[in-house]
């Protein structure tokens, strides 16, 4: 046979079943088919494909049981395998790693040992250790309250940024110790859960959180109703390939209500060098004097002010925004920085927000700075809470790390004609009347000050009203 005739017979040959198979790959693998394929790690050979009907209902009912399960457990051990896959263009990331988590509800002891860092809670003191960075130094810190997941995100912190809240995440932290841990987890979550069909699997609970950019996935083991894995999910449904995000959990080896031997909360101190703040710690690694602890609480006033640092940071409509034409067009400015992960950021918006739309006739302007989040994640959360204040993006953390070098959230900073006239570190109740009453000192010091500069003009042009003897009628004094 001629060759062309050759290949023309095999091109007939094989084009019905390239379609074929063509066919039953897209059907497999494109999400239009109504699938998506949510794989454990690799080690398990476990493949869960879900079905998009989803109720709405039975997840909500779901996600109720799960949580009561984890606050029925007074003890719990285990050891969490993540993967962590991004890839943003030619950028591609992947982590990996264990965790292994120590919880005595009765105790109030709490041990989260992972790859970089040693988090330990006992006898109301937070232990923090990073081996490979610190040294022999260690964190220590006196913890108020009782042990939930608030205390956990205020107290672990660096820069401002909680532990926590980084990759790899402890999911079952969250669960272990809040009323309501997917609200921790993701503050800008789409308000529903669905109960998701596992296609050959009826008795598998995955539940299917929808939030801004990805989803969350909680696959509920059988056995113990606890976790088994979760998967966040970035365009789970889209799939697209210049741009993807996927974390996986899985827990192995959890052991619940089980006796806890005391030495799993040891903590090793001797021949250590222990700091009470991340700042004096990095202070004695870099050979220098530590800072002195500050001595007032709430908001505190600055005796000798300073010029404010000048900045430009974009609001959510991109548009730039300088500092300096803030305190031009207003006399007092108040910064705010927040962020959305943060609980005590949330506790102060809603007072920061009253405080705003009280003094917006007095001449002061309220602006919040987001800390270290993209752009998307602010507005999101801003636009579900109905805050008006506007809003400044810090994306890098660098504007943040000038005005408050210790890093924690939230950070007010009061700025009276250009110069810094006060800050509040942290939130406490009835910070709003502190602020208040602040403004209404400075507004009185800047009238007084008005008052004494006429008065003085006044007296000037009185003085300057007698010409060869003759006295001049001058005006009156407004004051």
């Given at each position: 046979m001629h060759?062309?005739?050759?290949?023309d017979?095999?091109?007939?040959?094989?084009?019905?079943?390239?379609?074929?198979?063509l066919?039953?790959f897209?059907?497999?693998l494109?999400?239009s088919?109504?699938l998506?394929?949510?794989?454990?790690p690799?080690?398990t050979?476990?493949?869960?494909v879900?079905?998009?009907?989803?109720?709405?209902?039975?997840?909500?009912?779901?996600?109720s049981?799960?949580?009561?399960?984890?606050h029925e457990?007074q003890?719990y051990q285990a050891?969490?395998k993540y993967?962590?896959d991004?890839?943003?263009?030619r950028?591609?990331?992947?982590?990996?790693?264990?965790?292994?988590?120590a919880?005595d509800?009765?105790?109030?002891?709490?041990?989260?040992?992972?790859?970089?860092?040693?988090?330990?809670?006992?006898e109301?003191?937070m232990?923090?250790?990073?081996?490979?960075?610190?040294?022999?130094?260690y964190?220590?810190?006196?913890?108020?309250g009782?042990?939930?997941y608030q205390?956990l995100?205020r107290?672990?912190?660096?820069?401002?940024v909680?532990?926590?809240?980084?990759v790899?995440?402890?999911?079952d932290?969250?669960f272990l110790l809040s009323?309501?841990p997917?609200s921790?987890?993701?503050?800008y979550?789409?308000?529903?859960v669905?109960?998701?069909?596992?296609?050959?699997?009826?008795d598998v609970?995955?539940?299917?959180l929808?939030?801004?950019?990805?989803?969350?996935?909680l696959?509920?083991?059988?056995?113990t109703?606890?976790?088994?894995?979760?998967?966040?999910?970035?365009?789970?449904?889209?799939?697209?390939?210049?741009?993807?995000?996927s974390?996986?959990?899985?827990?192995k080896?959890?052991r619940?209500?089980?006796?806890?031997?005391?030495?799993?909360?040891?903590?090793?101190?001797?021949?250590?060098v222990?700091f009470s703040s991340l700042?004096?710690?990095w202070?004695?690694?870099?050979?220098?004097?530590?800072?002195?602890?500050?001595?007032?609480q709430?908001?505190?006033?600055?005796?000798?002010?300073?010029?404010a640092p000048?900045?430009?940071?974009?609001?959510?409509?991109?548009e730039?925004?300088?500092?300096a034409?803030?305190?031009?067009?207003?006399?007092?400015?108040?910064?705010d920085?927040?962020?959305?992960?943060?609980?005590?950021c949330q506790?102060?918006?809603?007072g920061m927000?009253?405080?705003?739309d009280?003094?917006k006739?007095?001449?002061?302007?309220?602006?919040?700075v987001n800390?270290a989040?993209?752009?998307?994640?602010?507005?999101?959360?801003?636009?579900?809470a109905?805050y008006?204040?506007d809003?400044l993006?810090?994306e890098?953390g660098?504007v943040?790390?000038?005005?408050?070098?210790k890093?924690?959230?939230?950070?007010?900073?009061?700025?009276?004609?250009?110069?810094?006239?006060g800050?509040?570190?942290g939130?406490?109740?009835?910070q709003?009347?502190q602020?208040?009453a602040m403004?209404?000192?400075?507004?009185?010091a800047?009238?007084?000050v008005?008052k004494?500069?006429?008065?003085?003009?006044?007296k000037s042009?009185s003085?300057e009203?007698?010409?060869?003897g003759?006295e001049?009628e001058?005006?009156?004094?407004?004051?």
């Amino acid at each position: 046979m001629h060759k062309k005739h050759r290949n023309d017979w095999l091109r007939i040959a094989l084009t019905p079943w390239c379609g074929l198979m063509l066919c039953v790959f897209v059907m497999g693998l494109w999400p239009s088919a109504g699938l998506a394929q949510v794989p454990a790690p690799s080690d398990t050979g476990d493949v869960i494909v879900l079905q998009e009907d989803q109720s709405r209902q039975e997840g909500e009912a779901a996600l109720s049981a799960l949580v009561a399960r984890y606050h029925e457990v007074q003890q719990y051990q285990a050891t969490m395998k993540y993967t962590a896959d991004q890839k943003t263009g030619r950028w591609v990331y992947k982590q990996e790693g264990e965790i292994y988590v120590a919880f005595d509800r009765a105790r109030g002891m709490l041990k989260i040992d992972r790859p970089d860092m040693v988090m330990l809670v006992k006898e109301g003191k937070m232990y923090l250790e990073n081996t490979g960075f610190w040294g022999d130094r260690y964190l220590v810190m006196e913890m108020e309250g009782d042990l939930n997941y608030q205390a956990l995100m205020r107290y672990a912190q660096v820069r401002g940024v909680p532990i926590l809240s980084q990759v790899p995440y402890c999911v079952d932290v969250a669960f272990l110790l809040s009323d309501e841990p997917v609200s921790e987890l993701a503050e800008y979550m789409v308000s529903e859960v669905k109960k998701m069909a596992v296609k050959g699997k009826a008795d598998v609970t995955v539940l299917h959180l929808p939030m801004v950019g990805e989803d969350l996935l909680l696959r509920v083991d059988e056995k113990t109703g606890l976790l088994r894995q979760v998967r966040f999910e970035a365009d789970m449904f889209e799939q697209r390939k210049s741009q993807f995000r996927s974390d996986s959990y899985l827990y192995k080896d959890v052991r619940v209500n089980q006796p806890m031997d005391e030495d799993m909360f040891a903590f090793v101190t001797e021949g250590r060098v222990g700091f009470s703040s991340l700042e004096a710690l990095w202070a004695n690694m870099e050979g220098k004097e530590a800072p002195a602890e500050p001595k007032k609480q709430g908001l505190v006033e600055k005796e000798a002010r300073e010029k404010a640092p000048d900045f430009e940071l974009k609001d959510l409509e991109g548009e730039p925004v300088r500092l300096a034409d803030l305190y031009e067009a207003h006399e007092i400015v108040v910064l705010d920085f927040w962020a959305t992960w943060c609980p005590p950021c949330q506790q102060a918006l809603p007072g920061m927000q009253a405080f705003a739309d009280a003094s917006k006739d007095k001449g002061v302007k309220v602006v919040a700075v987001n800390v270290a989040e993209q752009s998307w994640e602010a507005a999101g959360y801003w636009e579900d809470a109905g805050y008006s204040m506007d809003v400044l993006l810090d994306e890098q953390g660098e504007v943040f790390g000038v005005f408050n070098p210790k890093g924690t959230l939230p950070h007010t900073v009061v700025i009276y004609q250009g110069e810094v006239a006060g800050e509040l570190a942290g939130f406490r109740q009835g910070q709003e009347e502190q602020l208040g009453a602040m403004v209404e000192t400075l507004k009185r010091a800047s009238e007084e000050v008005e008052k004494a500069g006429s008065l003085e003009a006044a007296k000037s042009t009185s003085d300057e009203a007698v010409v060869g003897g003759e006295e001049v009628e001058t005006p009156e004094a407004p004051f």
